[in-house]
RNA sequence: UGAGUCGGUCAGGCGGUCGCGUCAGUGGGAAACCACUGCCGAGGAACGUCCGGGCUCCACAGGGCAAGGUGGUGGCUAACGGCCACCCGGGGCGACCCGCGGGACAGUGCCACAGAGAACAGACCGCCACGACGAACCACCCGGCUCAGGCCGGGCAGGCGCCGCGGUAAGGGUGAAACGGUGGUGUAAGAGACCACCAGCGGCCUGGGUGACCAGGUCGGCUCGGUAAACCCCACCUGGAGCAAGCUCAGACAGUGCACGUCCGAGGGCGGCCCGCCCGAGUGCACGGGUAGAGCGCUGGAGGCAGUCGGCAACGGCUGUCCUAGAUGGAUGACCGUCACCGCGGCGCCGGCAACGGCGCCGCGGGACAGAACCCGGCGUAUCGACCGACUCAUCCA
């Protein structure tokens, strides 16, 4: 599981995160990871937060996905950056997806998105 | 052995690796917090939010009118729209099951389609009386012929045809429902017109039951439809809002304009409206500005289990014992192994003529519905399956 310390909490975090400045984004059919670094929080430890809407499925279904999403984020938090926040977007498929499959999406994205954080810091 | 009815229990177990939350302890730190160790950590429905209660705040000055809910009887309960027992009606051979179960002589409304007629009913067919007209097929009368059966001629309006005016609810047909049923008397034909029995309704009496109601008797006019999940009437019940309740602390800013008013009273409160009562010096609207942190409430309670006593039961009394989820972007998880369970397929063995059944091994697949957010009591709904108990019917054996 994931500390608290590396978890998103306030939804002022969350709107950083998806429009604020320094942010970058991608995203498939089961995940999107959204990905943002501010000199803020140059230093601090990085952070990672969840959404998975109603469209994911029931109560159950949105928390299993959200504990598995968690699961396998926090077996790589070092390759996270410091200073870094993320925000994992599930899409209505990854209730059907084995962890497995999951991890891998989440792995691609992320090879995706690191390398274009700060990129367009002012 | 087969078919079935009712009630209840469980909601996979064990192990490994990596993790999360509350609390406690230890250590570090000025603090925020961090590290380690330990305890505990979702459900039978946690769900829907349909009822009821606790709890909190507001009000406590009432009366009338509205509004909503409940609806056989008796009990249980903190309370209920819940539960138990019984009554009535319906279904089943039965165990049992089903019923939004007050009132249709307080009033109003509605009863489609079909049908002649649908609520102080109705004459389409049919049946019957009377009257007018028609014809000579049948019957009847007269005459003649023939051995006879019968034939020919004439008459006649009883049958017949058609029309008119009436009677008739027995019969046909329509319908969910046609103004009691069967048999008789009666009649032109019929009819509760009358009679007997039966069904039903109402009154009275007797007996039983706390009661809903039941049983028996007697009398009556002879029969009076359904719908209240249509309005309505009757009886009973209901103050409002909800843990974002509410209490405490901390913190922030900036006002301006307009309207009404300070005992000739603005505005507010008393669940909605009216009356009435109370408080009362500020209030309402628009624009602009600020804050949306922390703690408490927060989990031990109408609590579970066992025994015993009372009660048909729901339930209650007593005794003993056991009871550690409290998150707040929201913990209780992720992955793997193994053992049980279920389904399908294959192989082997056993029983059998066979269909097939049992056991063992191997392979593949499956494990539902669903996530606490103040707490309880219910109801309703979802659910792969596994197991236990009581009872009923049928068949066989003794």
């Known amino acids: ?41 140059a230093g601090h430890p990085p952070r990672v937060g969840f959404v998975v809407s109603k469209a994911v499925g029931g109560a159950v279904v949105r928390n299993r996905t959200k504990r598995r999403l968690r699961a396998i984020a926090a ?10 926040d993320l925000v994992v977007r599930a899409n209505p498929a990854a209730a059907q997806a084995s962890s497995a ?20 810091r002012r």
């Open 75 to 84: 077996t790589r938090l070092e390759r996270i950056p410091a200073g870094a």
């Open 101 to 120: 499959q999951l991890g891998a999406e989440l792995d691609r994205l992320l090879a995706r998105v690191l390398p274009r954080l700060g990129g367009r």
């Open 1 to 41: 599981m994931l500390p608290a310390g590396h978890r998103l909490r306030t939804s002022s975090d969350f709107a950083a995160v998806l429009r604020g400045p320094g942010g970058a984004r991608a995203g498939s059919t089961l995940i999107v990871v959204h990905a943002a670094q501010t000199d803020a929080r």
